[in-house]
């Protein structure tokens, strides 16, 4: 039996208890920043395997510390687990208890993958060589995340390697997928205030109309992407909130619009960013109406090391067989595993996670969302592989 054959088979005997810690977590969600129990939870656990555990990492992360029984690189695998503000639909059993909060993005099988992980390193720790570390990183969902955080606490320093998987829907159960170089999007956020002048709706020319002058900043807005920014790289500025006046006849004194700014490319990125401030400042004046932005800065692009990339490539086929591996397109989601691999060499990668026979069809962050669990066994498969082929090579 290979190495990874006998990481394979230990790890299926452990699958049934992921699949029990997943539904334990799905039924049980925090919002990022405040998953308390969840980080309580996870720390039980971990002592429970007998590992080193350290709590309350940059907020409400969990570190947990496998030392191998021989010298070697230090590798860290990352897992997030925060939930999200969605109501979940599903009416399994395992559907979540908290009105208003659901794991609907899949962070709750990246912890149970994590924890099985950890399981699996215990027991073959005098096996290993150099220390292994598994990051549960609260707060992925909300900016400023939890990564760098965690980051400056030192959860990476004298760590040579560094992965992490998203389990995901759009790729088929079945299949993993990562691309090198950018592969998600940097994000910034923002919320633009309009005040103009309140009036009656059959009075224009007494008000200033926030709703005319927020339509036409919206049209202007548009033309960042359409008209300054280099055509062959991507960007999107989407204007997903647009609040203001509560009355058909009256004119709205108060515009809110909230939205996000993505990119790949850094120089797309502070074109992009200038283009917008300098729009906000200027349009709504022509309607009379004044501005006022709150822009936040969010997660930098994602991007891939080839070398790592080139290693996701080799390692997944040899695992699950090259018609199971795929070169992902980039995607315009935003993850904060990009401060990881800012720093340190390593590579993001996707697990297939949907399948139309178990129900898991529905995009994540939507309310029905579910994933077919078997994702986990790949996903750890996948980490752990790729962590023994980075120490192997390095020796
Ligand atoms: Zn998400
Ligand atoms: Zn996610």
């Known amino acids: 039996m290979t190495e990874n054959e006998a990481r394979t088979e230990r790890l299926k005997e452990l699958y049934p208890r992921m699949v029990e810690w997943r539904r334990y977590l799905h039924r049980h969600p925090e919002l ?3 998953e308390e129990r969840t980080s309580a939870w996870i720390a039980g656990k971990l002592r429970e395997m007998g590992c080193e555990v350290r709590e309350g990492v940059g907020g409400h992360g969990v570190v947990a510390v496998i030392r191998g029984g021989q010298p070697g690189p230090n590798v860290a695998l990352r897992a997030d687990i ?7 639909e599903k009416t399994c059993d395992y559907a979540s208890t908290v009105p208003g909060v659901m794991h609907a993005c899949g962070h709750d099988a990246h912890t149970a993958t994590m924890l099985g992980i950890a399981s699996l390193y215990r027991s073959i720790a005098p096996s290993l060589k150099g220390e292994r570390r598994l990051l549960f990183q609260p707060a992925e969902e909300i900016c400023p995340g ?6 400056e606490e030192g959860v990476i320093d004298r760590i ?3 992965y992490g998987v998203h389990l995901w829907t759009p790729l088929q159960y079945g299949t993993v997928a990562t691309r090198s170089g ?3 999007a940097a994000t910034d956020e923002f919320t633009i205030r309009l005040t103009g002048k309140g009036g009656h709706g059959g009075l224009p020319h007494n008000a200033i109309d926030t709703v005319v002058a927020g339509a036409a900043l919206v049209q202007a807005l548009q033309t960042i992407v359409s008209r300054n920014v280099d055509p062959l790289s991507p960007a999107v500025v989407t204007i997903g909130s647009f609040q203001a006046g509560a009355s058909g006849n009256v004119i709205a004194e108060q515009c809110v619009m909230k939205g996000t700014i993505r990119s790949f490319d850094e120089r ?10 300098e729009i906000v400042a200027a349009a709504p004046a022509v309607y009379g109406a004044s501005a006022e932005l709150e822009f936040r800065e969010g997660y930098p692009a994602l991007v891939n090391d080839d070398g790592e990339a080139g290693r996701f490539f080799r390692v997944a086929a040899g695992l699950f067989g090259e018609e199971a591996v795929k070169e992902s397109d980039p995607v315009m989601a935003a993850e904060d595993f990009a401060y ?3 720093r340190t060499k390593g590579c993001f990668m ?10 898991a069809i529905y995009p994540h962050h939507h309310p029905r969302f579910d994933i077919d669990e078997r994702a986990m066994l790949r996903a750890a498969e996948l980490m752990t592989a790729m962590a023994e082929n980075f120490v192997a090579e390095s020796a």
């Open 182 to 184: 950018p592969f998600m």
């Open 340 to 342: 990881y691999v800012q």
């Open 160 to 162: 040579d390697a560094i």
């Open 146 to 151: 939890g990564a760098i955080r965690m980051i």
């Open 82 to 88: 925060d939930a999200l503000a969605i109501q979940d």
């Open 350 to 359: 996707f697990v297939g996670a949907g399948n139309p026979e178990c129900g």
């Open 32 to 34: 990022s920043f405040q």
């Open 268 to 277: 797309t990125r502070q074109l992009a960013r200038k283009r917008f401030k």
